[in-house]
């Protein structure tokens, strides 16, 4: 009861007019700058910095999580409508969130999108009021092995989404893995697949890759066919969520939020792998599995659940060990230190009206993006229409200066066109985007966490059974490779069910229709 006693008066402070005031500001600029391709919560939050000097603690975390959560559904905006993600965490978004724009259904995307983020956002704040001291704990009990496990699992989840081809899906996934190896080895300081450019040396920026493979691949794709194709104007179509809708999308809302705010609070979780895990979820629970790359509802608001479910669990690790688990995150800690605060296991006891104002601004700040982005909806959904020249020149500039604003580097631009190229060719050659994607976000990580295991453990290949977590989940992984062969078998041991038929006129019996039978 303590800590909902703190949180009613992190209430009183958090809704004087002032600070609702900076929330205000910080979800609008939050929103502001998800829509534009790489210029993410983090670098804004960042930029921000200096100007919240003169301004109380309070005020000044209050606007950077409204700024936290706007860019989360800022960023959901632009992968819907056209295809390119503002942030890493919005890959998966984008995959059937444009596809329904396409269908004339950008509004009910956006909608699922908004809501579930809303959802997700509630109940992730007020698991960090019940829970934040048993999940941070629970975070650090976990080692490299755990992690490792975790992650490789998500890698043989990936072949639930490889697409029709195998083939071409594994293809597409060890391009990713490829891309993911660019950069200066962890361990030995040497530099691999850098070809001597010195700005490969920090690998290739997630954002990057992603922009250039969805936008750019896009905008060239749709240029290649405009002559052949005449331009079609995409339909709007009905403003709100109907009722199929909604009954489609709480279940998916939930379930993000169950993927989201435990990986986020996990010190190397972050939102892209529960966005991805609550796609793959809700690709094997739906019902209607064959909406899946044509735009389901589902893979729009179970990922979107978890992302901000993730944002919320984020603060779960940084407020209570003062241990950032992302680059937002990390700003943010860098702001408290500023202003002389140290985040740590004593930081409740130190500072509990301003950390519980900091919490009681997330409510208030989710509630305020609903209120913003719910009605926008349908008239975001009308940019649709734009002329497709007009549209995609739009996009080429907005991708061309969010990828240029990741690291203020010219050589991001000559990436952006050669991962473009690439995204052109494997729409050409029938290659799936996602598996790249997520060999890029997952090769350098798993790379991390096995020699990281491994040299703890000197070497012994048996130290990545250690820890209780890395065994139940190897042991998911060898259920879900062992399930698929398992059920061959036994489908291949059935008796083939024959059937009696009555005799035909001719007394002969109906030969065609056993034969058919038997087939």
């Known amino acids: 009861m303590d800590n909902l006693n703190w949180l009613l008066q992190g209430f009183e402070?958090?809704?004087?007019?002032?600070?609702?005031?900076?929330?205000?500001?910080?979800?609008?600029?939050?929103?502001?700058?998800?829509v534009l391709p790489g210029i993410g919560?983090?670098?804004t939050v960042a930029l921000l910095l200096p100007v919240t000097y003169n301004v109380s603690p309070s005020a000044a975390f209050i606007m950077f999580a409204g700024i936290y959560y706007g860019g989360m559904y800022g960023g959901s905006t632009t992968s819907i409508l056209l295809n390119t993600p503002g942030e890493s965490s919005s890959v998966i978004t984008a995959i059937e969130g444009n596809k329904m724009a396409r269908a004339g259904r950008a509004a009910q995307a956006l909608a699922t999108a908004a809501i579930g983020s809303f959802v997700a956002g509630s109940i992730g704040t007020m698991l960090l009021v019940l829970f934040a001291p048993m999940v941070s704990s629970f975070a650090v009990t976990l080692g490299a092995p755990s992690y490792l496990a975790i992650m490789l699992l998500a890698l043989v989840a990936v072949t639930a989404v490889l697409g029709s081809s195998k083939l071409r899906g594994c293809i597409s996934l060890l391009l990713g893995l490829a891309i993911g190896l660019v950069g200066i080895d962890f361990l030995t300081g040497q530099p691999r697949?850098?070809?001597?450019?010195?700005?490969?040396?920090?690998?290739?920026?997630?954002?990057?890759?992603?922009?250039?493979?969805?936008?750019?691949?896009?905008?060239?794709?749709v240029a290649a066919h405009l002559r052949r194709r005449p331009a079609e104007v995409i339909p709007v179509g009905r403003p709100w969520m109907g009722k199929k809708d909604w009954k489609r999308s709480w279940k998916p809302w939930l379930r993000g939020t169950a993927y989201g705010f435990p990986f986020g609070a996990l010190p190397a979780g972050g939102a892209e792998l529960p966005t991805f895990l609550s796609y793959i979820t809700e690709k094997k629970l739906s019902k209607h599995k064959d909406e899946f790359g044509k735009g389901a509802i589902e893979g729009v608001a179970g990922p979107e659940a978890a992302n901000n479910a993730s944002a919320a669990g984020t603060l779960v690790p940084m407020l209570s060990l003062g241990l950032p688990t992302n680059a937002t995150a990390a700003v943010m800690l860098t702001a408290f230190v500023s202003y002389g605060i140290q985040p740590g296991p004593t930081l409740f006891e130190k500072e509990p009206l301003l950390i519980w104002t900091l919490i009681a601004s997330l409510f208030i700040g989710n509630f305020l993006l609903l209120v913003l982005n719910l009605p926008l909806a349908p008239l975001w959904a009308k940019l649709l229409r734009t002329p497709r020249p007009y549209l995609y020149a739009g996009i080429l500039f907005?991708?061309?200066?969010?990828?240029?604003?990741?690291?203020?580097?010219?050589?991001?631009?000559?990436?952006?066109?050669?991962?473009?190229?690439?995204?052109?060719?494997?729409?050409?050659?029938?290659?799936p985007v996602l598996p790249l994607i997520i060999g890029v976000i997952l090769g350098p990580r798993i790379e991390r966490q096995?020699?990281?295991?491994?040299?703890?453990?000197?070497?012994?290949?048996?130290?990545?059974?250690?820890?209780?977590?890395?065994?139940?989940?190897?042991?998911?992984?060898?259920?879900?490779?062992?399930?698929?062969?398992?059920?061959?078998?036994?489908?291949?041991?059935?008796?083939?069910?024959?059937?009696?038929?009555?005799?035909?006129?001719?007394?002969?019996?109906?030969?065609?229709?056993?034969?058919?039978a038997h087939a």
């Open 13 to 34: 402070q958090a809704a004087t007019p002032m600070n609702l005031l900076y929330a205000c500001i910080g979800v609008l600029l939050g929103t502001a700058v998800g």
């Open 41 to 43: 919560p983090a670098m």
């Open 193 to 221: 697949a850098t070809f001597g450019i010195p700005q490969l040396s920090d690998g290739i920026d997630i954002v990057v890759v992603a922009v250039a493979v969805f936008a750019l691949g896009e905008a060239l794709w």
């Open 398 to 431: 907005f991708a061309a200066l969010g990828v240029f604003a990741v690291n203020l580097q010219w050589l991001d631009l000559a990436l952006l066109l050669i991962f473009g190229l690439m995204g052109l060719m494997m729409r050409r050659f029938g290659l």
């Open 450 to 516: 096995l020699r990281q295991s491994l040299q703890l453990g000197g070497g012994d290949w048996g130290s990545l059974f250690t820890e209780p977590v890395a065994i139940i989940v190897y042991a998911i992984i060898v259920l879900l490779l062992l399930a698929p062969l398992v059920a061959k078998f036994i489908r291949s041991r059935l008796p083939v069910p024959t059937f009696d038929f009555p005799e035909g006129p001719s007394g002969d019996g109906s030969s065609d229709t056993r034969e058919k």
